[in-house]
């Protein structure tokens, strides 16, 4: 497992969480101008599915987003996306993975797994571990995993010129985390209140942010779910624009988007898979189809009685996660 010294290096984000697709497809901009050039080239000209990991022509990329150093619960993942792609038709599905929801094998939430990875083995560990609990939710092997932390988040939205999203209802959250002024008193001084208006929104990184995190909005935004759709709509923004004519392009801005991911993200794909990556997403965008989301909300419940865990608040299957995994499968099959 290595730590990004560099674009090329380690590919994309989150998203939240989300910045795997379009970093990855940045890299043949630049590509030779790199030490790693050769690698690059030798995955540019193989086909995908000869260097990169999949089952049945499907491969998986969990996109996970922490907070990093600076934030309450640095190594906690705030954003989970499970991000599958069919080689074939290069239909691009995703899924938000809730992060109360309480994954028996470890006696925690799920959004833990990576901190009690890593305190056992590292960051190889951690993401490891990662890796397995959200394999138990959807059902789907994961092949690889990208993380990255939320300052090269707001970095790399600015570096691109900031995001385009619509905003689909009006929302305040009066209690936004502040971070370093946890312990703040009174407690007041530990939130700010954001306001976001219905309607389309040209968002800085920092806004982004906001948008993407907020967790106690008041009405149906104050939900996980309502939570997961923004995060995927800054995902999918946060594409659009890196692969523009206006971005892609342009050396200087991938040059700021380079930097903006400096020490930002951990990966476990390997240099020599990134042109594999790059002419994978190319195809995907080349197809004209858009990305799907899967949506597992309806499938989760909260349970009344928190005895058996630990009186937190969390989401289980209504059912079984048999059940989420079949839902799974359907969905991707279509």
Same mark, same amino acid.
């Given at each position: 497992m290595e730590k990004v010294k560099g674009l090329l290096h380690h590919p994309w984000l989150l998203t939240m969480v989300g910045i795997l697709v379009v970093g990855l497809? =940045?890299?043949? @901009?630049?590509?030779a101008k790199n030490?790693? =050039?050769? /690698?690059? @080239?030798?995955?540019? @000209? =193989?086909?995908?599915?000869?260097?990169? /990991?999949?089952?049945g022509g499907r491969t998986n990329i969990l996109l996970l987003g922490i907070g990093? =150093?600076?934030h309450e619960g640095p190594d906690l993942t705030d954003s989970m996306i499970l991000v599958s792609i069919n080689q074939t038709t290069h239909k691009v599905s995703m899924i938000s993975i809730p992060r109360d929801i309480w994954v028996t094998s470890m006696q925690a939430k799920i959004n833990t797994a990576y901190y009690y990875g890593s305190q056992k083995n590292g960051v190889t560990g951690g993401l490891n571990l990662e890796k397995s609990v959200v394999t138990e939710v959807t059902g789907l092997p994961v092949h690889y995993v990208v993380m990255i932390d939320f300052n090269g988040f707001v970095k790399a939205i600015d570096a691109v010129g900031g995001l385009d999203i619509t905003v689909d209802r009006t929302f305040d959250d009066y209690m936004y985390p502040i971070p370093g002024k946890e312990n703040a008193e009174p407690e007041s001084a530990r939130y700010e209140h954001i306001h976001f208006d219905a309607g389309p929104a040209h968002m800085d990184g920092t806004t982004a942010l906001k948008f993407a995190r907020s967790r106690h909005a008041e009405g149906i935004e104050g939900t996980d779910f309502a939570r997961s759709v923004r995060q995927q709509k800054i995902l999918v923004a946060f594409k659009n624009k890196l692969l523009s004519g206006a971005t892609l392009f342009n050396f200087n801005t991938l040059q700021k988007v380079e930097n903006s991911f400096l020490g930002s993200i951990t990966t476990d794909i390997d240099a020599g898979q990134y042109g594999s990556f790059f002419k994978l997403f190319l195809a995907f965008e080349q197809s004209g189809q858009v990305v799907q989301p899967i949506n597992i909300d309806d499938l989760l419940t909260n349970p009344t009685n928190t005895t058996p865990y630990q009186g937190q608040w969390v989401l289980i299957p209504v059912k079984d996660w048999a059940a989420v995994h079949d839902y799974v499968a359907k969905n991707l099959s279509q």
């Open positions: 497809a =940045a890299l043949g @901009v630049w590509y030490r790693t =050039a050769q /690698k690059i @080239v030798t995955g540019i @000209v =193989a086909r995908p599915e000869e260097t990169i /990991k999949s089952d990093g =150093a600076g």
